[in-house]
């Protein structure tokens, strides 16, 4: 069996304090990211953008303002033992960077488990919580959404 990529969408939400928003895993405790999630078949970008976010921040109150150009992509490393890691070699994302709507923020008692706390951080200091692994496809996707040199 021939593995390919997973399609994913990759959230960046951004504040008026320029922190971004970072999400620590339920099953994995201190392992943070941002929210993301897979692209089903037939569905477009935007869509399992708006889903996903519903699902695992519990709010899909924000407006999109950029979509980073072209895919970043990574592998999962040998040994990784997730049922993701049986589907596909790795992930080919779509970045996007968002603003919350006024009023709303995520809201982890609506999502699905998948996170057990969110914060806003800074650049910097969310790219020393990512693994070795996601680090450099962080870098890339952070700078096609223009917020890393």
Excluded at 30 to 46: D, K, N, R, Y
Excluded at 79 to 103: A, H, N, V, Y
Excluded at 112 to 119: I, L, N, P, Y
Aim: proline share 4%.
């Amino acid at each position: 069996m021939v593995l390919e990529y997973r399609p994913c969408v990759v959230a960046v939400f951004t504040n008026k304090n320029g922190q971004v928003l970072v999400c620590e895993r339920a099953d994995v405790k201190g392992a943070w990211q941002f929210p993301q999630g897979g692209i089903e078949p037939g569905e477009s970008a935007l869509n399992a953008l708006y889903r996903e976010m519903r699902e695992e921040i519990g709010c899909d109150r924000f407006k999109v303002l950029k979509e980073g150009s072209g895919l970043v992509k990574y592998r999962f490393p040998e040994g990784l033992q997730k049922p993701i890691s049986t589907r596909w070699i790795g992930q080919s994302q779509i970045w996007f960077k968002l603003e919350f709507d006024q009023g709303h923020a995520p809201d982890l008692n609506n999502a699905d488990g998948e996170f057990c706390s969110c914060d806003w951080r800074s650049v910097e200091a969310a790219l020393n919580g990512i693994v070795d692994w996601k680090l450099d496809a962080y870098r890339e996707g952070l700078r096609k959404l223009g917020l890393l040199d």
